[in-house]
């Protein structure tokens, strides 16, 4: 089982990425996936999640900002990142479980991480 996850880079506050997680060997739409970050010297966070039900999950300091989709044709989930500010600074792992969508300890499978900057 592979999840691929990419789309990270430097961009500058108040600006936009998306994030991609391809899934291979597994169907996402049997799984609840979802996107955590780990910034320097903290621990991993939720961030968002989608279950396979189609109800989306955010924490709080991305509420209003980020937006998680799949693609279960294409096997893959997204985060549409807007407003970006230099506290979102972080490696960004997707992950896909089939327990709760905000313990990262549930999850079965993660991706590589994708690194995302934001500068101020």
């Known amino acids: 089982v592979q999840l691929q996850a990419s789309g990270g880079g430097l961009v500058q506050a108040g600006g936009s990425l998306r994030l991609s997680c391809a899934a291979s060997?597994?169907?996402?739409?049997?799984?609840?996936m979802g996107w955590f970050r780990q910034a320097p010297g903290k621990e991993r966070e939720f961030v968002a999640a989608?279950?396979?039900?189609?109800?989306?999950h955010y924490a709080d300091p991305v509420k209003g900002r980020f937006t998680i989709s799949r693609d279960n044709a294409k096997n893959t989930v997204y985060l549409q990142m807007n407003s970006l500010k230099p506290e979102d600074t972080a490696v960004y792992y997707c992950?896909?479980?089939?327990?709760?969508?905000?313990?990262?300890?549930?999850?079965?499978?993660w991706g590589q991480g994708t690194l995302v900057t934001v500068s101020s």
């Open positions: 992950g896909a479980t089939q327990s709760a969508v905000r313990l990262a300890v549930g999850y079965r499978y």
């Open positions: 060997r597994i169907s996402i739409s049997t799984y609840n």
């Open positions: 989608t279950s396979w039900g189609g109800v989306d």
